[in-house]
């Protein structure tokens, strides 16, 4: 059910004392565009390298695929912006998701709680209108993991 594409920009989760270690890690089993960040790596790769990291990588908590970058400073923008996105290409409606929220910035505009309590509105609000369905949603900001 996944969109698969040529490419795909991911993000691996990890302690932020191995973000170094996993950009290199991520690099020997062939990703590319790899950007560390805080407690997170991100990377390209295509879906047969998404396998070999997922098999090799020792070091990454968890893989996420990110569908889509959204820069917004209002709540309502991050919910327009977000219900354009036909998720069920993705997913299934009786899939459980986990939605993980990383600000670009220190103190965002937007509190992470409210990102992610417009983000499962809208992918709620995105499944009803193509599919007739609602899904399963859980969510957790960065400080989580």
Same mark, same amino acid.
């Given at each position: 059910?996944?969109?698969? #594409?040529?490419?795909?920009?991911?993000?691996?989760?990890?302690?932020?004392?191995?973000?170094?270690?996993?950009?290199?890690?991520?690099?020997?089993?062939?990703?590319?565009?790899?950007?560390?960040?805080?407690?997170?790596?991100?990377?390209?790769?295509?879906?047969?390298?998404?396998?070999?990291?997922?098999?090799?990588?020792?070091?990454?908590?968890?893989?996420?695929?990110?569908?889509?970058?959204?820069?917004?400073?209002?709540?309502?923008?991050?919910?327009?912006?977000?219900?354009?996105? #036909?998720?069920?290409?993705?997913?299934?409606?009786?899939?459980?998701?986990?939605? #993980?929220?990383?600000?670009?910035?220190?103190?965002?505009?937007?509190?992470?709680?409210?990102?992610?309590?417009?983000?499962?509105?809208?992918?709620?609000?995105?499944?009803?209108?193509?599919?007739?369905?609602?899904?399963?949603?859980?969510?957790?900001?960065?400080?989580?993991?």
């Amino acid at each position: 059910m996944v969109v698969v #594409q040529p490419k795909n920009k991911m993000l691996a989760t990890c302690p932020n004392e191995m973000v170094d270690l996993l950009a290199a890690e991520l690099a020997q089993l062939g990703c590319e565009e790899i950007t560390p960040g805080y407690r997170v790596v991100f990377f390209t790769t295509d879906i047969e390298g998404f396998y070999r990291v997922h098999l090799w990588s020792r070091l990454a908590s968890r893989f996420y695929l990110v569908l889509k970058e959204i820069s917004a400073n209002t709540a309502t923008i991050i919910f327009d912006k977000a219900k354009r996105i #036909q998720y069920h290409q993705y997913f299934t409606a009786d899939t459980p998701i986990k939605i #993980q929220i990383n600000s670009a910035e220190a103190d965002p505009k937007v509190p992470v709680h409210l990102m992610g309590s417009k983000l499962r509105e809208a992918i709620a609000d995105s499944f009803l209108h193509y599919t007739g369905k609602t899904c399963l949603l859980y969510t957790s900001d960065a400080a989580d993991e």
